[in-house]
Nanobody, 114 residues
Framework: QVQLVESGGGLVQAGGSLRLSCAAS????????MGWYRQAPGKQRELVAN???????TYADSVKGRFTISRDNAKNTVYLQMNSLKPEDTAVYYC????????WGQGTQVTVSS
């Protein structure tokens, strides 16, 4: 089992920045991919970005050039630096870790006001 604790969400004005963190504990030896998804009201959950253990990064087209994903393997933590935020980035952001199974965090709200 892997447990995930997220932090860093909040309310920010358009153009602002936030950084999300997600710390993993438990069976961390099994972790391969770490990433972030988001779900806006009335919409399906979508991939924002992920990073594999070898460092390969994948981004949604909508966040390329604005968001940066990184991970600290020593701390078993993944980060999402979000810059130039837009109102359409408003959503609940979920940490996701893929190892022996697929694990999800509890979600953190990000609200971007116009």
């Amino acid at each position: 089992q892997v447990q995930l604790v997220e932090s860093g969400g909040g309310l920010v004005q358009a153009g602002g920045s936030l950084r999300l963190s997600c710390a993993a504990s438990g069976s961390v030896f099994s972790i391969n991919v770490m990433g972030w998804y988001r779900q806006a009201p009335g919409k399906q959950r979508e991939l924002v970005a992920n990073i594999a253990s070898g460092g390969r990064r994948t981004y949604a087209d909508s966040v390329k050039g604005r968001f940066t994903i990184s991970r600290d393997n020593a701390k078993n933590t993944v980060y999402l630096q979000m810059n130039s935020l837009k109102p359409e980035d408003t959503a609940v952001y979920y940490c996701n870790v893929v190892g022996l199974d697929n694990y999800w965090g509890q979600g953190t709200q990000v609200t971007v006001s116009s």
